[in-house]
């Protein structure tokens, strides 16, 4: 059951990630994230994960998707192939991920029952206070530097689009 | 002062007045009766129309039945809408005397401004308070000179005398030359 | 046999559930015509059935047998796909909404909530995910238009859904601060007592009566009804559709039952908000009086009933709002969801958390 | 010039020759004074009262439109004495002006209504009933309400000044004064509805648009009629694709304003239900079928491309029409001659005007006139020889007679008419010298004067000095000859002494009596000899004038539409004209001879010719049915005719293409005056018809030779290239001038050629009573056979008449509307006839628009030299069928 619905999801995710670079209107890419950003979330669940699950289509599917949706609406962008030309160099970085691949799944192997005993006491406690706790004591520092460089970013972003906010305005 | 106004945008105070207005016609509608509703159900109820209702044009006759009518093109030149249309003749037999041959209004363009009936030299033209003239067909709405005249057959059961008979004074207004009395010399 | 039993049950709930919100926006459209006509010295409809009482059938027939427009130049698989978008995600979140109590009743020896469909513990950030997915299809329904009436439509859509999805966000926190649960049968359970134990009051988490000024959601509650009544581009927050300036935005080249789609996706969604704002704020199936008055195996009755007047109560406010308010200007409505509400909701976590934290537990 | 005065009107000072009236003075100024009986055209009458004016010094209040102004004159228009005055005479006239306004044409276009609205009240003093006229049946094209009749009598006067033909009056007196036509029966005067144009009000009006139109609803089309050579402006006002009414204003176009009968009610063939609106083909049944232009086009493309071919250029013949515009001419001409490749083209010229460009052109180097109708009103001395002026072209009629009324000219005529009151008008009757001349007999009288020049001894001494060879040669060869038999020595070399002894202006008029009848070159070289003989030819203010029966024959020529001329008109073998042309084509035309209009039926007749494309033109109904045309043309393997209606040439086509009536297109006619004028659109075409240019246009592009223009203004542009020079000229049009270095050719050597030829006698035929002069020529209410469908025209004259002298009727005891038989060597026709006194004895006219009647009565031969098919005139024997019933038909 659990390996059927991730050869399910893991197959979706990635042959709609291929989609999203291989097709050649930008909605549609944007569809077919939207797509593997499901599938994603339904991986989650599988693994219990439903917190993340969650937050995952919230943030990117509810959010960010939507943005890249009007960007690409607003910009209007046409069906460019100026990309596919990047074909051999796609290739060659393409055979050198799958390559990585090969080699870590070669390398390490497939577990046979992935992290079933942490999952049980995760839903004991409900993970959403798991990863709750787990971000406010072990992970405190990197998830403040995370927040303060999106908060620099954010203001970086303010500036350089408010122009004249610092008082040079004319 | 500022105070007020801080809490009353705060509190949404005047949204709460306006919702204070519209569930009080809500209660007074429904629960405590009082108010009735502005709605005339249409086709069981009508409006009592005012005198001066301008609904479909209609085309007069005299009382002997002959149009008032004299085809002089002004309501045509009068009307906003470029709504009629006048082909004006003489009549057959009686030399210099005009009328309309044929009449048409076309009605989808019809404003109603009534512009027409009073360029109207004749008062060939009057205001019917008829208005349920919905068809199927939009064709149907182009009047021609029949269907004009039955309207005001219909509307005005009254007709007026011929105009020499109202003044004598303007006796040859479009009358021909028949009746006219001989040239005295 | 329990799975057999337990799928059963499930389908079950969700035919009644499914059966009942859309019986709820069908007649809904009526209601709102009514009560709009009511406010409005008019009388609504009144030709078909009895008072007009069978005018949702009538326009259910009129849309159904409407011709289906795919105008030329429109991308016809979104054209397609979007009130599906619409509409799904709008009916999907009924799925964790306890209608009633928190009961369990024995059945062929599988334990089963009769009023609610899912118990899932992250219940609301599962509703909030979905309603966000809505908006996909607005935006795309304008999108694949091929109209600039509707692509702007969507584009308004979408910044208001997304704006004011913040809002609601963040209001529902104080809630979850003071359950200290995601799952909407656990907030429910907490709100039990009386009215004043309801979010909305706060004082059901203990403290006494000195302090329960900074943990009432009263605050947060507002936030919630106004970005709910925009999160489900309802009057006066109806931008998106704005028929003055935009004909009928995203929906401006739908007809039939592609329109009918989005129309009931509308109104689910209202149901929907109405739902979670009695769950979350108004002790959902909970009397504002202790304890039941009926007998403790009819009580459930109460509580279903309770509920169904809290979301009607919710119903009736957006009517209500719709016949009072005109439409904002958009950047008003940009203006007032990130420079009022949203630092508003931000405030009201801020103290609720201080206050949850230095004078409960 | 110098005689100025100056005057202060309304407080605004302005210098005026003197003379002028205050009233003209004030319009110069801007200022309107209301009138009703003024008219610029007509003397003043001053009966209307309604011109009053307040002049300093003079006590009462004056008629502007009588009084002259003097040297420091202060005129006050608009004081309150004036307006009480114009007030109280408007109270007068409405006192019995009926309120018909609403019903009468005139509304909105009414001098009385507009006064009305400017000054009156709405009430009046009076309350008497109104006078009232019985109606009575007035004519059936002019209706006159007198009710509405102010009195003014601009229609009296303007009949009797301008037109001269008196066939109005007033009758009764004060407010009982009435408009009547004389004799009691209904109006048969001219027709040319100047009265219903200068009419103030409504009191006379045109029954032919009656109640179609009030003056609001019509658009204009500025335009030039199609009629005859005259080429007058005319408003063209339509309505809804049809021509509603037909007007010319005061000041505009070479007539000022005037038309006649044609120009004024012959505008409905326009819009007559015969049109052609589709392209017909001849299928295989044998008949034609309706077709599309797309249809039609790529096919009969095909089997142009296909003859040329076989068979080469040399087998395809054109012919048009000098009714189309000159832009319809110059890409006919061009389309044979480049994207056939052939010179087989002829035009309507070729019937008579040819006769005189040529002449024209070998003695003063410009087929042009060297006058212009100014030169002709303010001429010392006008000799008319054949051309029956008021028939032919009325405006130059009125030209003449304003000349001769108006400014004292003397007026010499050697014309086939007598003088005689009639009720139309008749310039021998104003003539000062006057020879009837028998018909075909102009080209002897011609002789006769350049004999009675010698005999004057009036020839120039300048000329004797520098062309002594020509003159002792043309001396010799034309005192050798005896004064033509048939014409009155004394009158003759009296007209000659006249002409010659003007001082300062004066032209020579020829008409188609001249140059359609034989010898009509040789006739107008030697009138050109003459002129050259008594010095006249070169000076400004002198001239020969030939005046054209179409409206475009001019322009025909000019746009090298013949066989021998390249557009200028250039001979084709001009090497200078060809390079020119060369460069504007960017190909030479090809060298070959063209055969002409009567070798070209020859050579189809013959099979030499494959296929024709004529344009506008009927042959089969123009030339005699002893040409059989019909034959030659059913032998062609490739007929197309591009008409307006199904011709007797166009039921002969294979393929018909409908074209558009010069209402329906834009363009330039150029008239016999050489004035290019504007033919501007005003309908829409009728039908799927099409400017000619444009089917010559979109069938080149098919046959891979394209000659592509977007609009006739493309055309002309490229005319003007072709042609230096040619455009649109103005009001007063600059006449060309005498090419001198050309004369002085002519003077010494030119002239030798034909001299023998040119100087003989040509014996006087008999005229017994078993021998009549018949001559097929114009009449006022008709030309050509477009007229014919002009339903106005045709309640003039509905059907050909056989004009006779009332004596010779009498003598053969004929009544009016009597059957006769006409034989003639060529065979026989039944006629009716009528009498008219102007038609000499012994001499029968019969209207060319209704030649088929006549059509195996005439016989044609061929001009020699010109190629024009002689065939107008021919001598008869008359009998009586039976009495008037036959007649009436």
Redesign the interface.
């Known amino acids: 059951m659990g390996s059927l619905s991730f050869l399910y999801f893991g197959t979706v995710i990635a042959l709609s990630a291929i989609l999203v670079v291989a097709l050649r209107k930008p909605v549609s890419s944007v569809i077919a994230l939207l797509v593997m950003f499901f599938h994603i979330a339904g991986l989650f669940v599988t693994l219990h994960a439903e917190f993340l699950a969650a937050v995952q289509l919230i943030v990117y599917a509810g959010a960010i998707l939507v943005l890249y949706l009007f960007v690409v609406m607003l910009l209007n962008v046409k069906e460019d192939d100026s990309y596919q030309r990047q074909f051999r160099l796609g290739m060659g970085l393409g055979l050198v991920a799958l390559a990585e691949v090969v080699y870590i799944v070669s390398a390490a192997g497939l577990p046979e029952e992935p992290i079933r005993e942490r999952t049980t006491s995760a839903a004991a406690a409900g993970n959403t206070e798991m990863v709750g706790r787990a971000l406010y004591t072990t992970y405190l520092f990197p998830f403040e530097v995370a927040s303060l460089i999106l908060l620099v970013a954010m203001i970086g972003a303010i500036l350089m689009a408010k122009k004249g906010i610092m008082g040079e305005s004319k | 002062m500022a105070v007020a106004q801080w809490v009353k945008t705060l509190t949404f105070y005047e949204i709460l007045v306006g919702m204070k207005a519209t569930i009080t016609v809500l209660i007074q509608r429904i629960i405590l009766r009082n108010r009735k509703a502005i709605t005339l159900q249409y086709p069981h109820e009508k409006r009592e129309l005012p005198g001066t209702y301008r609904g479909m044009i209609a085309l007069l006759r005299y009382d002997d039945g002959t149009d008032k009518c004299v085809g002089c093109d002004l309501c045509e030149s009068a009307c906003p809408s470029r709504v009629i249309t006048v082909i004006s003749s003489e009549v057959e037999g009686e030399p210099m005397k005009r009328y309309a041959k044929e009449y048409y209004m076309d009605m989808t363009r019809c404003l109603f401004c009534g512009l027409c009936v009073q360029a109207c030299p004749v008062d060939a033209l009057a205001m019917t308070t008829e208005y349920e003239w919905a068809k199927y067909n939009k064709r149907d709405l182009r009047l021609n000179k029949e269907q004009l005249l039955a309207l005001g057959d219909r509307n005005f059961p009254v007709r007026e005398k011929k105009l020499e008979f109202q003044h004598p004074n303007v006796a040859y207004f479009n009358i021909g030359h028949k009746n006219l009395p001989p040239k005295e010399s | 046999m329990e799975m057999l039993v337990f799928a059963g049950a499930a389908v079950v709930k969700i035919a009644v559930v499914m059966g009942v919100v859309l019986l709820t926006v069908a007649f809904l459209t009526l209601a709102e015509r009514k009560v709009l006509s009511w406010m409005q010295d008019r009388m609504g409809p009144m030709e078909v059935g009895p008072y007009g009482t069978l005018q949702p059938i009538a326009d259910g027939i009129k849309l159904f047998f409407k011709e289906d427009i795919i105008p030329a130049g429109a991308n016809r698989f979104l054209f397609s796909l979007a009130p599906i978008l619409s509409l799904v995600p709008a009916f999907i979140g009924f799925a964790v909404v306890p209608y009633g109590p928190n009961r369990e009743i024995e059945l062929f020896g599988v334990t089963i909530k009769p009023f609610i469909i899912t118990d899932i513990n992250i219940g609301i950030l599962y509703i909030l995910a979905f309603v966000s997915i809505g908006a996909y299809g607005v935006i795309l329904g304008g999108w694949a238009s091929n109209n600039k009436y509707s692509l702007l439509g969507g584009l308004r859509s979408a910044a208001q859904v997304i704006s004011y999805e913040l809002n609601i966000g963040l209001a529902i926190i104080g809630v979850l601060i003071l359950s200290g649960s995601l799952s909407m049968v656990t907030i429910a359970e907490k709100q039990a007592g009386s009215i004043l134990n309801w979010n909305i009051i706060g004082m059901g988490h203990g403290g006494g009566i000195w302090w329960w000024f900074p943990v009432t959601q009263i605050v947060a509650f507002v936030v919630y009804i106004i970005s709910a009544v925009a999160e489900t581009n309802r009057l006066p927050f109806d931008l998106p559709e704005a028929e003055s300036e935009l004909v009928a935005g995203w929906m401006t080249e739908y007809s039939g039952m592609r329109f009918a789609f989005f129309f009931m996706a509308e109104y689910a969604n209202m149901i929907l908000v109405s739902c979670i704002a009695s769950v979350l704020f108004l002790g959902g199936y909970h009397a504002p009086y202790p304890g039941t008055r009926l007998p403790d195996n009819l009580s459930w009755i109460e509580g279903v009933a309770w509920f169904t007047v809290k979301v009607y109560a919710f119903l009736f406010l957006f009517f209500w709002l719709r016949a009072t308010l005109p439409r904002l200007r958009y950047d008003q409505l940009m203006r007032f969801g990130w420079k009022v509400m949203l630092p508003l909701a931000l405030g009201n976590i801020v103290i609720t958390s201080i206050v949850v934290y230095f004078l409960r537990d | 010039m110098a005689d100025m005065v100056n005057v202060l009107i309304d407080g605004k000072p302005i210098a005026v020759e003197k003379g002028t009236l205050v009233i003209e003075a004030a319009r110069r100024l801007g200022i309107m004074v209301p009138h009703f009986c003024y008219h610029p055209k007509l003397t003043y009458d001053a009966n209307c009262r309604m011109c009053l004016v307040e002049i300093e010094k003079i006590p009462k209040l004056q008629t502007s439109c009588s009084t002259v102004c003097t040297e420091g004159m202060v005129v006050r228009t608009n004081t309150p004495v004036v307006n009480e005055a114009h007030q109280s005479v408007l109270e007068f006239i409405l006192a019995n002006h009926?309120?018909?306004c609403?019903?009468c044409d005139q509304?909105g276009r009414c001098d009385l209504q507009d006064f009305s609205h400017q000054y009156t009240p709405t009430t009046s003093v009076f309350?008497d009933?109104?006078r009232?006229?019985?109606?009575e049946?007035f004519s059936p094209l002019i209706?006159k309400?007198m009710?509405r009749c102010v009195s003014c009598l601009r229609c009296v006067r303007y009949c009797d000044q301008v037109m001269d033909v008196k066939a109005l009056g007033n009758a009764g007196r004060s407010t009982?004064t009435e408009i009547v036509h004389f004799a009691g029966h209904q109006l048969d005067c001219e027709f040319c509805g100047g009265c219903v144009q200068i009419c103030p009000v409504g009191a006379i009006t045109s029954r032919l648009s009656?109640?179609?139109f009030?003056p609001?609803?019509m658009k204009r089309a500025d335009s030039t009629c199609g009629y005859c050579g005259d080429g007058c402006a005319l408003i063209l006002q339509t309505r809804d694709q049809k021509v509603v009414e037909v007007m010319s204003a005061y000041g505009e176009g070479r007539n000022n304003g005037d038309l006649c009968a044609r120009g004024f009610f012959g505008y409905q063939y326009v819009t007559h239900q015969d049109r052609l609106t589709s392209p017909l083909i001849r299928q295989a049944d044998g008949q034609l079928h309706p077709a599309t232009w797309d249809e039609v086009l790529p096919v009969l493309a095909e089997r142009l491309t296909q003859l040329k071919l076989a068979h080469g250029a040399e087998a395809i013949g054109g012919l048009i029409s000098a009714r189309c515009t000159n832009e319809d001419l110059y890409v006919f001409q061009k389309f044979m001659r480049l994207t056939i490749g052939s010179n087989h083209l002829d035009s309507t010229p070729r019937y008579g005007h040819v006769n005189a460009a040529r002449a024209l052109r070998r003695v003063q180097g410009t087929n042009r006139w060297t006058v212009s109708y100014e030169d002709l009103v303010q001429a010392d001395v006008l000799l008319l020889i054949g051309t029956q002026v008021t028939a032919a072209n009325p405006i130059v009629g009125l030209k003449v007679k304003e000349a001769v009324k108006k400014r004292g000219a003397a007026l010499l005529t050697l014309e086939t008419l007598t003088p005689s009151i009639d009720t139309t008008s008749n310039v021998t009757n104003l003539s000062a010298k006057h020879l009837t001349i028998p018909v075909g007999r102009h080209g002897a009288a011609v002789q006769g004067l350049v004999k009675a020049a010698f005999d004057e001894n009036l020839v120039d001494a300048g000329l004797t000095a520098r062309a002594g060879e020509f003159v002792s040669r043309v001396r010799a060869a034309a005192t050798a000859l005896p004064y033509p038999s048939d014409v009155d020595e004394a009158t003759l070399r009296a007209m000659v002494r006249t002409f010659a002894g003007a001082r300062r202006r004066g032209v020579i008029l020829i008409g188609q009596d001249l140059l359609q009848a034989a010898g009509g070159y040789e006739a107008t070289v030697n009138l050109m000899d003459f002129l050259l003989l008594i010095g006249k030819l070169t000076q400004p203010g002198w001239g020969l004038a030939p005046l054209t029966e179409e409206n475009n024959e001019q322009g025909a020529v000019e746009m090298g539409a013949m066989a021998e001329y390249l557009p200028g008109p250039t001979d084709i073998a001009d090497p200078a004209a060809r390079s020119l042309l060369a460069e504007v084509w960017k190909e030479e035309p090809p060298a070959a001879k063209g055969m002409r209009l009567i070798q070209m039926i020859e050579a189809s007749r013959s099979g030499k010719l494959k296929a024709m494309i004529i344009v506008g033109e009927n042959p089969v109904r123009s030339l005699p049915a002893s040409v059989k045309v019909a034959e030659a043309l059913e032998k062609l393997e490739l007929l197309v005719v591009q008409e307006l209606f199904l011709t007797e040439t166009a039921k002969l086509a294979d393929v018909v293409l409908p074209a558009c009536s010069y209402a329906e297109k834009n363009g330039t006619f150029t008239n016999s005056e050489g004035s290019v004028q504007k033919v501007r659109q005003g309908l829409d075409p009728i039908g799927d018809s099409r400017p000619d240019w444009e089917i010559l246009s979109s069938l080149s592009v098919l046959m891979g030779y394209p000659l592509e223009y977007g609009d006739a203004k493309e055309i002309l542009k490229e005319i003007r290239s072709a042609i230096p020079g040619y455009r649109i000229l103005g009001a007063t049009p600059e006449p060309a001038r005498v090419d001198s270095w050309t004369v002085e050719q002519y003077a010494s050597g030119g002239f030798a050629d034909d001299l023998a030829t040119r100087y003989h006698a040509t014996p006087s035929p008999k005229s017994n009573g078993h021998a009549w002069h018949l001559r097929v020529g114009q009449t006022l209410f008709h030309s050509g056979a477009m007229s014919t469908k002009a339903k106005g025209l045709l309640e003039i004259q509905k059907e050909g008449k056989l004009i006779m002298n009332p004596a010779d009727a009498e003598r053969l005891g004929l009544a009016e509307g009597d059957r006769v038989r006409l034989r003639s060597a060529a065979g026989e026709a039944s006629v009716p006839v009528m009498m008219l006194g102007r038609i000499p004895a012994g001499t029968l006219f019969y209207p060319e628009s209704f030649r088929e009647d006549l059509a195996s009565l005439l016989a044609v031969t061929p001009d020699p030299v010109t190629g024009v098919p002689y065939g107008k005139q021919v001598i008869v024997t008359v009998e009586k069928v039976g009495a008037g019933g036959g007649g009436g038909k």
């Not at chain 4, 009232?132 to 109606?135: E, F, L, S, T, W």
């Open positions: 009926p309120l018909d609403p019903i509304g309350s009933t109104k009232v006229y019985q109606k049946f209706e309400e009710n009982m009656m109640y179609e009030r609001w609803m």
